[in-house]
């Protein structure tokens, strides 16, 4: 205890292990105290608070008690030994004390008179005393109400079991079931008298997919982030988060330039794109962009580096095949190491489901390319926000991995016109290679233009390419037609290149 | 005659505790017939008991004989309640 209040700190962060969590929080829950983890069934809130007991004794060496109200403990355990942690070890050597709290089959008990829950706080803290607990997790107390019956001797009790753990020096994770993904913080209104802290997991249907986001409401005298964060949970590792705001812009920015496979479009870009950089290729059906990520592949393969893609929208031997056709060998890459290739349908798992694997994925391969076909197809089974959310990811990782991305996105229209894919992730990208149809008197032309580029002049024309068996050749600038990224390729009398680029400004804001 | 094995869980000294105690004593006196073995379990002294048999109000009482058990929570004021799961019908009359 501080002698006089200018001694008096913010709480201390006890970091719970759990992947994005303690970044979210800038350090995790605060010590000594207790959070309340709100959820609706199923939102991950049993799993979050085992999981923190579990990371208590395997990464920091802290020991914790796990009691329950509601699930019989045997079946808790049960339901996680599939995972990597190990919690029925933990509890058998002694390292997390168990007190069941659980509703006793067969015996409502009868009540006379008054009485109050000592016994059950004594057990909490004889369990905490015997393995020396830092962490207490109490599951799910709104449980505890129906068992008692009286819903003020449980409140009374309950803040009585919160400030005894604190006197303790333990630091305690609180659950309780929410109604609704809405509305109030927690049944019974627990989070009155219990919670210095209270965070909320939901799992909400987002287009026909659940999603699942963790929300700080509040962490006294703590600052956190704010808003709702994606979650998932995986067989190995059980909750992590993906804090994408958490990251932070401190990429450190790489001056090397690359080959993006196509000699004509280096120059374009003044010596080609950035080791680094992030680039969106976007065009109609047809205009080339599975060819263009071929040809980055191959620059990538040529050079000696690893090279990765995803691919959503064909299958791996119909991209071979393709490329094949172009002079890339993706098959011979593979077997030499150079080239991985993993294609999935975008609806196999949630898009956060796909980032997390995509993230692994570059973990294990460490590729220097990484490209993925389409990135529209994964954004059609979506939310937009959530879809930046995973673009933002992986984007971020990517540059943290010093890897250079090229996106694939589909414009809907064959002609001109923007997409929603654009629109929201272009001021994630570096670099923007718009792909076009052209028509110009009765024939159809193809017209490719480096929109934006970070860092780096450009050329600004729109140019005409053909696509042959050496794959695409990027010729003259298109003279004497206006309104080309519009869509509307309309013909002019006046040979003034001088217009087109103006056009073409106008159109990129 | 049934023979009662009494299991009352109280918490150190305190007065929810004695009251349940003489609240015991008087129901045992007046209107159980038959002989009693009641324990005491102090849950401050013994909390391994408490954990073991699941309590977590005190005073609770159980009753383990005869079968089937049953649970009696709170300070045994209620006393009809009491006889009520300790499924004995009183001829007595409760005098305070």
Request: with cysteine.
């Amino acid at each position: 205890m501080s002698s006089t209040y200018s001694e008096l700190k913010t709480p201390d962060r006890l970091p719970t292990g759990i992947t994005g969590f303690d970044e979210l929080t800038h350090g995790g829950i605060p010590r000594n105290r207790s959070t309340l983890v709100g959820g609706s069934a199923g939102s991950g809130k049993t799993l979050f608070a085992l999981q923190f007991l579990a990371h208590g004794v395997e990464q920091f060496d802290e020991n914790g008690v796990l009691v329950t109200f509601e699930e019989n403990p045997e079946d808790m355990v049960r339901n996680t030994t599939s995972l990597g942690w190990k919690l029925a070890k933990h509890i058998d050597e002694g390292r997390i004390a168990v007190v069941d709290a659980s509703p006793v089959a067969g015996e409502s008990p009868v009540r006379s008179g008054n009485y109050d829950l000592s016994a059950l706080i004594s057990r909490v803290e004889h369990a905490a005393n015997k393995v020396g607990a830092k962490r207490v997790i109490l599951d799910s107390v709104g449980a505890l109400f129906p068992q008692v019956v009286d819903a003020q001797i449980v409140r009374t009790e309950l803040f009585r079991l919160v400030c005894a753990l604190r006197m303790m020096g333990v630091t305690s994770l609180i659950t309780a079931e929410r109604s609704s993904e809405d509305g109030p913080i927690a049944r019974y209104d627990v989070e009155e008298f219990v919670a210095d802290n209270v965070m909320l997991l939901r799992n909400r249907q987002d287009n026909e997919r659940r999603r699942r986001t963790m929300e700080i409401v509040k962490l006294r005298g703590a600052a956190h982030m704010t808003g709702e964060f994606p979650f998932t949970i995986d067989g190995q590792e059980g909750l992590t988060l993906s804090p994408l705001a958490a990251i932070r812009l401190n990429h450190t920015s790489l001056t090397t330039r690359i080959s993006s496979g196509i000699t004509k479009l280096d120059e374009m870009c003044k010596g080609g794109p950035f080791r680094d950089s992030i680039i969106l290729v976007s065009g109609a059906t047809g205009t080339g962009k599975t060819l263009m990520v071929a040809q980055f592949m191959k620059a990538g393969i040529d050079a000696g580096e690893r090279s990765l893609l995803f691919a959503f929208e064909e299958s791996e031997s119909q991209l071979t095949r393709n490329a094949n056709a172009w002079g890339v060998d993706y098959a011979k890459a593979q077997q030499e190491g150079s080239l991985k290739i993993v294609a999935e349908y975008p609806e196999s798992r949630s898009l956060i489901d796909h980032l997390v694997r995509i993230k692994q994925i570059i973990e294990e391969y460490k590729p220097t390319r990484v490209a993925i076909d389409s990135l529209s197809a994964l954004e059609r089974m979506s939310s937009s926000k959530s879809f930046r959310e995973f673009v933002l990811g992986i984007t971020s990782h990517m540059k943290s991995v010093s890897a250079a991305g090229l996106f694939t996105n589909t414009s809907e229209k064959l002609m001109g016109g923007d997409s929603i894919t654009e629109t929201h992730i272009s001021t994630i990208t570096d670099q923007i290679i718009v792909l076009r149809y052209v028509e110009i008197r009765g024939e159809m032309r193809r017209g490719i233009t480096v929109l934006k580029m970070r860092g780096s002049y450009h050329d600004n024309a729109i140019r005409e390419y053909t696509i042959d068996s050496g794959g695409i050749n990027i010729t003259e600038p298109f003279t004497n037609v206006a309104g080309i990224l519009s869509g509307n390729g309309v013909h002019t009398l006046i040979d003034d290149r001088k217009l087109l680029a103006n056009m073409f400004e106008a159109n990129s804001d | 005659m049934t023979d009662y094995v009494f299991h009352l869980y109280i918490y150190g000294s305190n007065a929810l505790g004695k009251r349940a105690t003489s609240n015991l004593n008087l129901i045992i006196e007046n209107d159980l017939a038959s002989s009693v073995t009641l324990e005491i379990i102090d849950v401050k002294l013994d909390p391994e008991a408490a954990e073991q048999h699941r309590v977590l109000a005190t005073p609770t009482l159980i009753k383990t004989r005869p079968l089937p058990t049953r649970r009696i929570v709170g300070d045994l004021s209620d006393r009809s309640a009491v006889l009520e799961a300790l499924g004995v019908i009183s001829e007595n009359h409760w005098h305070e």
